[in-house]
């Protein structure tokens, strides 16, 4: 599996093939997601310590590494 970290850390939105590569994502995600109350934009739109950020990256981390 792919980590999203890195595409996003890459991303230049001066670059329209970056540009294009987000439209495509977004084309195929479900609506839920998109929607401006989805519970990871709140969490995106937060400061980390009012969501849990490193009990959050811990248990992905965790995740990762048992793969």
């Known amino acids: 599996m792919i980590d ?4 996003f850390e890459q991303y230049n939105s001066d670059l329209s093939h970056h540009r294009a590569a987000i439209i495509e ?7 839920e ?9 709140t969490i995106f739109e937060s ?3 009012e969501w849990g950020y490193n ?3 811990s248990d992905l981390n965790s995740e990762t590494n048992k793969r």
């Open 33 to 41: 997601l998109l929607k401006a109350d989805a519970e990871w934009i």
């Open 4 to 7: 999203l970290n890195h595409y």
């Open 47 to 49: 400061a980390e310590s």
């Open 55 to 57: 009990r959050i990256v």
């Open 25 to 31: 994502l977004m084309q195929s995600m479900p609506e």
